[in-house]
C-alpha cells in the first residue's frame, strides 16, 4: 500500500514538472498575511515534517 501511494505521488510530480508546473511554488502571495506564517499541524498541535509536507502539497488542488 505504501509503495502505491509513493508511486502515485511521484507519477504526479514528474507529470506537472513535464508540463512545466513547478509544484514546490507557492501559488499565493504571502506579504499581505498578518502574523507568521506556521507549518500545517498534525491533530495534537506537532508540526508535520519530511515528505508530509511534501505529499500534502503535492496533492492539494
Not at 499565493?28 to 495534537?44: F, P, Q
Request: a positive charge; glycine letters at 6%; proline letters at 3%.
Amino acid at each position: 500500500m505504501k509503495a502505491d501511494v509513493y508511486t502515485r505521488i511521484i507519477d504526479k510530480i514528474v507529470t506537472d514538472l513535464e508540463q512545466g508546473v513547478r509544484t514546490w511554488l507557492k501559488p499565493w502571495n504571502s506579504e499581505h498575511a498578518a502574523g507568521r506564517i506556521t507549518r500545517l499541524l498534525r491533530y495534537n498541535g506537532q508540526p508535520y515534517n519530511g515528505i508530509t509536507i511534501l505529499i500534502f502539497l503535492a496533492t492539494a488542488d
